[in-house]
């Protein structure tokens, strides 16, 4: 069962950027809340990034806060997350995750989260 699908992943040079895309299935086209968390190896999930889709508020990871900017098309059942200056240290596999909603508070929380997409990679090289 397909409920998120996620695009945009790649390589890029130090500083460059990239565009994650991450479209609702019919079944996760009412959460409210999608966020963007990232792991690489050997480190745990974190999260980087989410937006409250009714509201609009959004909410980043310090490490990410400036260069990266989570948006939302409603309309579209999409949310993008546009990664700007991106480092080596941003390399990761990159997950889209909906629930039904969030708030400061709990946004970054992996549990929260009820669906998962399978993940695109990011690699950032010097």
């Known amino acids: 069962q397909v409920q998120l699908v996620e695009s945009g992943g790649g390589s890029v040079q130090d500083g460059g950027s990239l565009l994650l895309s991450c479209i609702l299935s019919?079944?996760?086209?009412?959460?409210?809340?999608m966020g963007w968390f990232r792991q690489a190896p050997g480190k745990a999930r974190e999260g980087v990034a989410a937006?409250?889709?009714?509201?609009?508020?959004?909410y980043y990871a310090d490490s990410v806060k400036g260069r990266f900017t989570i948006s939302r098309d409603n309309a579209k059942r999409t949310v993008f997350l546009q990664m700007n200056n991106l480092r080596p240290e941003d390399t990761a596999m990159y997950y889209c995750?909906?629930?039904?909603?969030?708030?400061?508070?709990?946004?970054?929380?992996?549990?929260?989260?009820?669906?998962w997409g399978q993940g695109t990679q990011v690699t950032v090289s010097s």
């Open positions: 937006v409250n889709r009714p509201t609009g508020s959004t």
């Open positions: 995750a909906a629930d039904a909603d969030c708030g400061l508070t709990n946004w970054h929380v992996e549990l929260h989260y009820r669906y």
């Open positions: 019919e079944f996760t086209y009412r959460s409210h809340c």
